[in-house]
């Protein structure tokens, strides 16, 4: 992809993302918190490419990817008033129809388009399909990688400032007490996904995203980019702060220590 392409394609997500700008040409809350999570996830995507040696063109396709891979969150959220796919539609094929109809690609070569909107369209899988080709495994893992890389910042300042009560949508409206629920346990504890389905709670929530510091983070930059962060040991604080349950405990306690 050139950067001219991407450059246009910037410019084209831009002008769609006005239109959901308030009376006052502001964005509102949660509008506003996933154009700068974009924005987080395409610094990090670029850190990871960086360290794995993308050349040009691929840097700029992975940049665009990352850029373009929630813009069904926009419309997701001005329809339903939520983020949770199960209660409204899944926010990557969103994506791509908004892609498609938008003529945001337009220009782009035909083999980057159909990367790009499989790149989108896959993101928020549990898994990617095992057939891929390398190079959209490579794309895909990128965009994957980074989302998850902001999202647990995106959670830890929630939390941290209080936004949780105000704008439960971040955490899916999950209920902020009960402890965790047995089918969860037993998936993170068996190094297995976690079905969506199962989880109901806050502490839930949080090991959804334990999950994914266990295995679920492709490139070796993201899982440094994680530990430097300290992403584990903000999720346990978070969890044993309010789930009193020894089983927890003895979980994170292997964990850190580099047990499966």
């Known amino acids: 992809m050139t950067h001219e392409h991407m450059l246009a394609v910037r410019g084209r997500f831009n002008r769609y993302l006005a239109r959901y700008r308030g009376a006052d040409g502001a964005f509102p809350a ?21 360290a794995e040696g993308w050349d040009a063109p691929r840097m700029a396709l992975g940049r665009t990817a990352a850029l373009l891979h929630d813009i069904g969150r926009f419309s997701q959220f001005a329809e339903f008033r939520t983020f949770q796919d199960g209660l409204s539609v899944d926010h990557a094929e969103r994506g791509c129809e908004v892609l498609s109809r938008e003529g945001i ?3 782009v070569d035909e083999e980057d388009r159909r990367m790009l909107l499989d790149a989108v369209r896959l993101h928020n899988r549990l898994a990617l399909p095992a057939d891929l080709a390398p190079a959209l495994a490579e794309l895909a893992h990128l965009v994957r990688d980074a989302d998850k890389l902001d999202i647990f910042r995106v959670f830890e300042e929630a939390v941290a400032q209080r936004q949780l009560e105000a704008n439960p949508e971040i955490a899916w409206n999950m209920r902020m007490e009960g402890g965790v629920s047995a089918a969860v346990l037993a998936a993170l504890d068996a190094g297995r996904s976690i079905d969506y389905r199962d989880v109901t709670t806050f502490c839930d929530f949080v090991l959804v995203q ?4 266990t295995g679920q983070l492709h490139y070796a930059e993201s899982r440094r980019l994680a530990r430097e962060r300290r992403a584990l040991e903000t999720r346990e604080r978070m969890v044993l702060a309010r789930c009193d349950d020894p089983r927890l405990a003895a979980l994170f306690a292997r964990l850190k220590s580099g047990g499966t």
């Open 210 to 213: 334990v999950s994914w510091l």
């Open 105 to 107: 690609l337009d220009g």
């Open 30 to 50: 949660m509008h506003a918190l996933k154009r700068r999570h974009t924005a987080h996830v395409v610094a990090d995507a670029a850190r990871v490419m960086s």
